[in-house]
Nanobody, 125 residues
Framework: EVQLVESGGGLVQPGDSLRLSCAMY????????VAWFRQAPGKEREGVGC????????HYVDSVKDRFTLSNDDAKNTVYLQMNRLKSEDTAVYYC??????????????????WGQGTQVTVSS
């Protein structure tokens, strides 16, 4: 069965960094791209970024593209989301999901059949 497991969240101060992990089970980049989403209390879920196997292609939404970076460890079948210069508005539960597309508007037009359980990121002074 396809499964994804997020980890690495925590409570940090503005300006700090965190690295989130998404461990993939039952699939690889040959099967799906991987997308990251987040949802803050009282807000809709929003896409953050995605990574596909096509020349390591990545995409980020404008609000994070200068601060967040995606990478992967193929041997561990894991995708990482490095988050730098965190802001209070980054506070949310972060989810990774198997994705059918990776590019502009991926959150609106992609299909996401498999999701992780989420990991809490809190940025507060």
């Amino acid at each position: 069965e396809v499964q994804l497991v997020e980890s690495g969240g925590g409570l940090v101060q503005p300006g700090d960094s965190l690295r989130l992990s998404c461990a993939m089970y039952g699939f690889t980049f040959n099967d799906y791209a991987v997308a990251w989403f987040r949802q803050a209390p009282g807000k809709e879920r929003e896409g953050v970024g995605c990574m596909s196997s096509s020349h390591g292609r990545t995409h980020y939404v404008d609000s994070v593209k200068d601060r967040f970076t995606l990478s992967n460890d193929d041997a561990k079948n894991t995708v990482y989301l490095q988050m730098n210069r965190l802001k209070s508005e980054d506070t949310a539960v972060y989810y990774c999901a198997a994705a059918t597309v990776c590019g502009p508007n991926f959150a609106r037009y992609g299909r996401f059949d498999y999701w992780g359980q989420g990991t809490q990121v809190t940025v507060s002074s």
